[in-house]
């Protein structure tokens, strides 16, 4: 299901990823963000719309790119009660800032969220930071 259900209001929500060390996987060059959204929420309690823009390292994130997020958010405003955002932590206060100030008069529940550690790594802070977002997102 899209969405999950709060008593009798359906809360309708969308992940966007963007790549950063939450989606990345082991490689023999290093750590490489290779997670999509459907990848992300198999870890996850909850269950929503993915929309997988990205799969990029944060310290490369560009303002084209955060104006491009936020091009998404407000196409998809009509659609969704809220959004989540999965980020790298490099640049992730950036982004926040950016999209502050694009999405003035918003009015939906958007949420950044990133971790230390990969998703597939034992012990990682990815499954409780994607599971709070979530969480969040989809709490009325």
């Not at 996850?44 to 560009?62: A, E, G, P, Q, R």
């Not at 990133?114 to 709070?132: F, I, K, R, W």
Request: hydrophobic share 40%.
């Amino acid at each position: 299901a899209p969405y999950i259900s709060k008593g009798i209001t359906m809360i309708n929500s969308l992940l966007i990823t963007t790549g950063g060390t939450i989606s990345c996987v082991p490689t023999e060059e290093g750590l490489k963000p290779d997670l999509k959204g459907e990848d992300l929420l198999r870890y996850s309690n909850y269950w929503c719309d993915v929309l997988d823009f990205k799969l990029i390292d944060s310290s490369v994130m560009t303002d084209p790119e955060r104006q491009d997020i936020a091009k998404l958010l407000w196409e998809n405003r009509d659609k969704y009660d809220s959004f989540v955002i999965t980020h790298g932590t490099d640049s992730m206060a950036y982004t926040a800032a950016y999209l502050a100030c694009a999405l003035q008069n918003f009015d939906k529940t958007v949420v950044l969220t990133g971790s230390q550690l990969p998703m597939v790594y034992p012990g990682t802070d990815a499954v409780s930071n994607l599971n709070l977002a979530l969480k969040t997102a989809l709490t009325e």
